[in-house]
């Protein structure tokens, strides 16, 4: 099988997750939200586990991908300036919020079913230490005086505010209101002075680029 099918086969799981929940991802469903013959996804992913793999395996690809685009040149170039890290923060996560909002409810998703599925427990913990990893070398380049421990908390603040958005009872923040939040939590991670400069800082202009 081409690793073209395999891709339209991986989002149609994603997007059959995000529509029908758990208990709707069957191979059948994924074989017509893909518009293939049936069988098509059995015979690529053949048991529900190997499913489920694919379509996480999928999801931290597409994730790593817009954190990567959208970050650009500044994880490359130390040190990493707090009012960069911001923006890359709130377009990732309004992006996550709203054009692929699919993806993020897919993914909360697959977090609960390995709660329950050590097989897929492993592949996500794996994917997990896939963002974890370089959060710490981010944060540690945008002057955290540890940024072990302030990875772990700027992730579970991540997840936290993203969780709330898809699943709270409130309104889905704009890239306003996520530059604001993403500011004060780095303020208190990062020293004061780089976070209140630069484009967007509390002192400086209002940040380019818009809504993602």
């Known amino acids: 099988m081409s690793k073209q099918r395999v891709t339209v086969i991986a989002d149609a799981a994603i997007a059959t ?13 994924v074989d017509e939200a893909a518009r293939l013959p049936p069988g098509s996804t059995s015979n690529h992913a053949r048991t529900r586990a190997a499913l489920l793999g694919l379509a996480l395996a999928r999801l931290t690809e597409l994730e790593r991908a817009v954190f990567a685009e959208l970050l650009g040149e500044a994880a490359a170039a130390p040190p990493v300036q707090v009012d960069d ?7 990732v996560t309004h992006r996550a919020l709203s054009r692929d909002r699919h ?57 936290g505010v993203r969780f709330d958005a898809v699943v709270g009872a409130g309104a889905a923040p704009s890239v306003d209101d996520l530059r604001a939040a993403f500011t004060e939590f780095l303020r208190g991670i990062a020293p004061q002075e780089a976070a209140g400069t630069g484009r967007g800082g509390p002192d400086g202009p209002p940040a380019a680029g818009g809504e993602v």
């Open 85 to 91: 890290l911001v923006e890359t923060l709130a377009r």
């Open 17 to 29: 997750l995000a529509e029908r929940g758990m208990r709707g991802l069957t191979h059948r469903a």
């Open 103 to 159: 993806v993020t409810i897919a993914r909360f998703e697959l977090a609960l079913e390995a709660t329950r599925r050590p097989e897929l427990r492993e592949i996500y913990d794996l994917a997990s230490r896939g963002f974890r990893e370089p959060a710490v070398a981010l944060l540690a380049a945008a002057g955290s005086p540890d940024p072990v421990r302030h990875a772990r908390q700027a992730v579970a603040f991540i997840e």
